[in-house]
Each structure stands twice: as C-alpha cells, then as structure tokens.
C-alpha cells in the first residue's frame, strides 16, 4: 500500500512537473505568435502601401 502511494505521488509529481514545462512553453509560444502577428500586419501594410505606390506610378505613365 505504501508503495503504491509512493508510485502515485511520484507519477503525480511528474505529471505536475510536464504541466509546468508545458505550460511555460504554451506562455513563450502565445507570445512569439504575437510578435509574428504584429510583424505580419506591418509586412502587409508595407506591401499594400508598394501596391498603391506602383499603381500610382503606372497611371502616370503615358499610354503606349
């Protein structure tokens, strides 16, 4: 019986231990999909505001 309990807490504090990691790295991966995020939103700023540049410039252009 005592053996038994002493397996029990010690798969429960394995069990405990994998949450913890799993749990710091749930929190580092939530925040680099932030960043990528924030990243993302400026990349396709950047290239829509090259679209209406280039657009801009193509209807100055003289017909051919």
């Known amino acids: 019986m005592d053996n038994e ?3 029990l807490e010690a798969q429960l504090e394995q069990l405990i ?3 913890e990691r799993l ?5 580092e991966l939530r925040g680099r999909v932030a960043r990528l995020e924030a990243e993302n939103r400026q990349l ?6 090259a679209a ?3 657009e801009s ?8």
């Open 5 to 7: 309990l002493a397996q």
């Open 17 to 19: 231990s994998q949450y």
């Open 23 to 27: 749990k710091a790295g749930n929190l």
């Open 44 to 49: 396709s700023d950047k290239v829509r505001l």
């Open 52 to 54: 209406d540049r280039l």
């Open 57 to 64: 410039v193509l209807d100055k252009l003289p017909e051919a």
